[in-house]
């Protein structure tokens, strides 16, 4: 089975931040696919579906970003899943809104939420899909800018961008039901 996670943070305060970009695209997929997100455990809410052929877990952490790993975890041990199946939906401040990269394996570039995730499953062996959220004028404002909106000459950028993520998990999905691995980079 392959597994989709996106990082975000729990709570109605930050329900339409920057930091819960992963949130927003699981939400995303899972209404094109008609997957319910509704199940509790693994310390997530998620469903399971089919995506491209593929049985699906998908899933949005109800740990803070920092401690993502605690729920991908706890999936990995009671689904007996394999880390080399699992996509990461996260933000990256080193990306521009609307911009979007994928990527499999490799160090976890300071989102701590993936950094999680490479201690808790003990690899970087999985895949990645980066969705920009810019970087702050100021680097002294980055708490403040991943925890704020998108002002709304950005939010048309970001909702392209959502889509672009739903796209990437697809394709990942469909390179790997042709029996190779996904491209590693694009």
Not at 52 to 77: D, I, Q
Request: hydrophobic fraction near 40%; charged fraction near 25%; include cysteine.
């Amino acid at each position: 089975m392959y597994w989709v996670l996106g990082l975000g943070n729990p709570g109605y305060e930050y329900a339409n931040t920057r930091h819960n970009a992963g949130f927003l695209a699981i939400d995303l997929l899972a209404s094109k696919y008609g997957l319910k997100v509704d199940k509790q455990g693994c310390h997530a809410i998620g469903g399971v579906g089919k995506i491209a052929g593929h049985e699906v877990l998908v899933a949005k952490p109800m740990t803070y970003m920092n401690e993502s790993g605690k729920s991908a975890r706890a999936f990995m041990r009671k689904r007996d899943l394999d880390p080399g199946q699992l996509i990461v939906l996260h933000d990256d401040i080193d990306l521009p809104v609307g911009k979007i990269k994928r990527k499999f394996g490799g160090g976890h570039a300071g989102q701590k939420g993936v950094r999680s995730i490479i201690e808790r499953l003990e690899t970087d062996l999985f895949y990645r899909v980066r969705i920009g959220i810019g970087r702050p004028d100021n680097s002294d404002d980055l708490v403040e800018h991943v925890l704020s909106g998108f002002t709304e000459d950005e939010q048309a950028g970001f909702n392209l961008t959502l889509d672009l993520a739903v796209e990437r998990v697809e394709e990942i999905l469909i390179e790997l039901r042709a029996g190779g691995q996904a491209e590693g980079l694009s």
